[in-house]
């Protein structure tokens, strides 16, 4: 995964995103790729629940993902049953000198590379292993070659395309999949994924915010979220990404502190709706029990036992729980989570 640049430039900013998926200008999220340490600090908090499980990384290439050599050296600890991995061909990461994907297919693993910080160590394990092979086809998701190993899965956890990231979820949750996927903030507005926020079927993972990615040799060096690292290899960092999963999270990783009060002449309501708009979700006041719009940034401390999730304001029109257009005194505002306080018990 590491590409030779040149020396390092600007400090490593906030961490930010990954994806695959050919591009032609780098710019395009599709074409960046995640860091090992990304998926260690997320995947560790669900161990117990990976047990077991034949886990699919979809859009992987099996030489240079990330997800794979982390699987790899974790397939003893987390007591996998299965990994495969699957690379699309026409992405800039694709390692096949022809127009097949590729695929790995990992039912045990020696334990000598357990947890092995050498790289080199797995990628020798990867080609004297006849793990890997060619697909029938590109390696698209999509396809129904690549949609057998995903019935055939239990997990998906995968950095997708940002661009595809909708029709792959439409998937997962179609073959009723658990998942981990890393997307942009905005994915939880979308029409395809709001439902299930609301309900309670899908949640923000730990990791909620700055991600860096890996991205490709002809990126253009830019003033932010852009460095080289010593070993050459060029990065960009997102401020907005997150992890999205129907796995459990923990709730009592969710503290929301607040200690502003309710004042009608402080808080302004929207025009066409009976609720408060908050700017931020340090805001939101500890004594109202109305209905409250939030940033989307709330979601990282939504705690269900706390507060109930009435719906969403963005478009007005999305879905059932898309339930206006957010403007106050005449303006609109970005889009906002509708929430509510529950009751008080006593």
């Known amino acids: 995964m590491l590409k030779k640049g040149k020396i390092m430039t600007t400090p490593?900013?906030?961490?930010?995103n990954s994806i695959l998926n050919k591009a032609k200008h780098s710019n395009n999220t599709d074409e960046?790729?995640?860091?090992?340490?990304?998926?260690?600090?997320?995947?560790?908090?669900?161990?117990?629940?990976?047990?077991?499980?034949?886990i699919?990384?979809?859009?992987?290439?099996?030489?240079?993902?990330?997800?794979?050599?982390?699987?790899?050296?974790?397939?003893?600890?987390?007591?996998?049953?299965?990994?495969?991995?699957?690379?699309?061909?026409?992405?800039?990461?694709?390692?096949?000198?022809?127009?097949?994907?590729?695929?790995?297919?990992?039912?045990?693993?020696?334990?000598?590379?357990?947890?092995?910080l050498n790289d080199t160590s797995?990628?020798?394990?990867?080609?004297?292993?006849?793990?890997?092979?060619?697909?029938?086809?590109?390696?698209?998701?999509r396809s129904k070659e690549c949609l057998e190993y995903l019935i055939d899965s239990d997990i998906i956890i995968t950095n997708p395309p940002f661009s595809k990231f909708n029709e792959l979820f439409s998937l997962i949750t179609k073959y009723n999949k658990k998942y981990?996927?890393?997307?942009?903030?905005?994915?939880?507005?979308?029409?395809?994924?709001?439902?299930?926020?609301?309900?309670?079927?899908?949640?923000v993972g730990y990791h909620f915010g700055d991600m860096a990615f890996k991205v490709p040799d002809d990126t253009e060096p830019r003033k932010?979220?852009?460095?080289?690292?010593?070993?050459?290899?060029?990065?960009?960092?997102?401020?907005?990404?997150?992890?999205?999963t129907n796995l459990h999270v923990l709730k009592d990783s969710r503290k929301l502190k607040s200690e502003h009060i309710y004042d009608k002449n402080k808080y302004s309501k929207y025009d066409n709706f009976d609720a408060i708009h908050l700017a931020k979700v340090a805001e939101?006041?500890?004594?109202?029990?109305g209905i409250m719009?939030?940033?989307?940034?709330?979601l990282k401390y939504h705690n269900d036992d706390d507060f109930e999730i009435i719906g969403e304001a963005n478009h007005g029109s999305d879905n059932e729980y898309d339930l206006f257009k957010p403007q106050v005194n005449g303006k609109e505002t970005f889009k906002r989570i509708l929430i509510k306080r529950r009751k008080r018990q006593g």
């Open 224 to 244: 932010t979220r852009f460095w080289i690292d010593e070993n050459g290899q060029k990065w960009r960092s997102l401020g907005n990404a997150m992890w999205l």
């Open 12 to 16: 490593i900013p906030k961490i930010g």
């Open 122 to 141: 797995i990628l020798k394990y990867l080609q004297e292993s006849g793990s890997i092979n060619n697909l029938k086809g590109d390696g698209d998701f």
């Open 56 to 116: 699919l990384c979809n859009c992987d290439d099996p030489y240079e993902s990330a997800f794979a050599k982390y699987f790899i050296k974790n397939f003893n600890k987390l007591k996998l049953k299965k990994l495969v991995c699957i690379s699309y061909s026409k992405s800039v990461m694709h390692t096949s000198k022809n127009d097949k994907g590729l695929i790995l297919v990992v039912e045990n693993v020696p334990s000598e590379l357990d947890n092995t």
């Open 293 to 298: 719009g939030v940033p989307v940034t709330y």
């Open 32 to 54: 960046w790729y995640t860091d090992y340490k990304t998926i260690e600090k997320e995947v560790i908090h669900y161990e117990s629940q990976l047990n077991g499980k034949k």
């Open 284 to 289: 939101i006041p500890v004594d109202y029990d």
């Open 180 to 203: 981990l996927l890393i997307c942009n903030q905005n994915a939880v507005t979308y029409k395809e994924i709001f439902p299930y926020i609301k309900n309670n079927l899908a949640f």
